[in-house]
């Protein structure tokens, strides 16, 4: 006899419910938008099946999972506005909408593992704030379904000062990202959508007065000050052929023209830098060198003695 699985027994218990294939459907894409992919095809349909008042116990279900499901959180009681937020604060619960995602890097850990860092720009009616996630949880923010525009929800976020002196929200150990919560009112989501951008945002046409990368990359050996956005690439501990132990900083920054370019920092450079700075934003670097990658052949710019970083 072929054991039927309880994922099926759940579509099947649907089915009797009266619900159609196509509906079936509808809410499991739905589920999926909502946890941004990570929920199984068995978790989501119990879902679908509790929310439609049907009461179902399998011994072969993750008693996780149904604790999960079953917890009855009015998460309104709790959101603050992130006019709200103040330095030190715990399990934070807000509710906005993405204005701008930033590129998810990996680092290197003093013990060799590797590490995975996330950023996005979350906004209300009161104002925005930077919201951080940490390895498993940046999952989420690789889904297709994490674009600007889509409203989330952060449940169990903390607040900490960023390099750049403005507050952020990091997700704790057990927090999580919801998005396209299902138990927003309309009016809520109204609001929101029809919220105009943050002066927050970094935005490349506020990057001027400075000569384009291309042209100087291709025509000059030193630079004397080039401004863009700034995104860290990578930066890890390294030992030298020397046996000497430094720190190594890859950034990369874009001017008002969408050209990119690799900036590299050694050392005290690289930790002063990466203490500084806060990803997404503009920066205007000073005296820089240009170099050329003997691996890639591509042109780069290098920190020396002289070179300095200011916010734009």
């Not at 199984?40 to 116990?57: D, P, S, V, W, Y």
């Not at 809520?188 to 291309?214: G, T, W, Y």
């Not at 995104?231 to 190594?248: A, C, H, P, Y």
């Not at 002063?272 to 920066?283: A, P, Q, R, S, V």
């Amino acid at each position: 006899m072929i054991k039927v699985s309880f994922c099926d027994e759940l579509y099947q218990i649907l089915l009797k419910e009266g619900l159609e294939d196509e509906e079936i459907e509808k809410a499991i894409q739905k589920k999926n938008r909502e946890f941004g992919g990570f929920m199984t095809q068995e978790g989501m349909l119990f879902l679908i099946a509790k929310e439609r008042g049907i009461n179902i116990r399998n011994p072969d279900f993750d008693p996780e999972v149904y604790h999960a499901v079953e917890e009855e959180i009015d998460y309104d009681e709790f959101t603050i506005r992130v006019s709200e937020i103040s330095e030190g604060m715990v399990n934070i619960v807000l509710l906005g909408k993405i204005i701008q995602k930033f590129k998810i890097n990996e680092f290197v850990r003093n013990d060799g593992s590797i590490g995975m860092v996330g950023s996005f720009m979350l906004q209300d009616e009161s104002d925005a704030i930077k919201v951080v996630a940490w390895d498993e949880q940046v999952k989420i923010l690789q889904s297709e379904y994490f674009r600007e525009g889509e409203l989330v929800r952060i449940i169990e976020g903390y607040s900490k000062m960023g390099r750049n002196e403005e507050l952020e929200v990091h997700l704790g150990r057990r927090g999580k990202i919801m998005l396209s919560p299902e138990d927003v009112s309309s009016n809520v989501k109204k609001r929101l959508e029809i919220l105009e951008p943050s002066e927050k945002i970094a935005k490349k046409s506020e990057i001027k007065n400075s000569v384009p990368l291309r042209i100087s990359m291709q025509n000059e050996k030193f630079i004397r000050v080039v401004k863009g956005i700034v995104i860290v690439e990578e930066f890890k501990e390294i030992t030298l052929k020397s046996g000497q132990d430094t720190f190594l900083l890859k950034l990369n920054i874009t001017d008002e023209e969408d050209y990119s370019v690799r900036i590299i920092l050694w050392g005290d450079d690289a930790i002063n830098c990466l203490k500084m700075i806060d990803e997404g934003e503009g920066y205007s670097f000073h005296d820089l060198m240009v170099k050329e990658n003997s691996y890639t052949g591509e042109k780069e710019l290098s920190f020396t003695k002289k070179s300095s970083i200011r916010p734009s």
